[in-house]
């Protein structure tokens, strides 16, 4: 599968923005995206039943992001966590179904 990869990627207090290659924009909620962040901390564990550790967050803002190889980013955020890897894949799935990118999870 060919995975659509970002031409600009910009954020503000509550959005990222990401626009791909391909021209679709998308924007996404940045509360939303910590809450779900990917990491293994974050969910609690690596078993399935583990418990998200970050749903009771209620402020949250972007600080920055990197590029993460060629399939992803990494977010640092306002509470100096920075270790998830939001995939573009993910990231473009979540935009494509207009949900929300935590109901992937
Ligand atoms: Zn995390």
Known sequence: MLIST???INFDKNFLYIQWKDGK??????LNLRRYCP???CRG???VDSIRTTLHI?????VSWKKVGR????????DGHSNGIYTYQHLRKACDENIEY????
């Open 6 to 8: 970002p031409s600009k």
């Open 25 to 30: 924009e998308c924007k996404y909620n940045l």
């Open 39 to 41: 990491c293994a901390q």
């Open 45 to 47: 564990g690596h078993e």
């Open 58 to 62: 209620e402020n949250i803002e972007m």
């Open 71 to 78: 399939y992803a980013i990494s977010i640092v955020w306002s």
């Open 102 to 105: 935590g109901d992937l999870f």
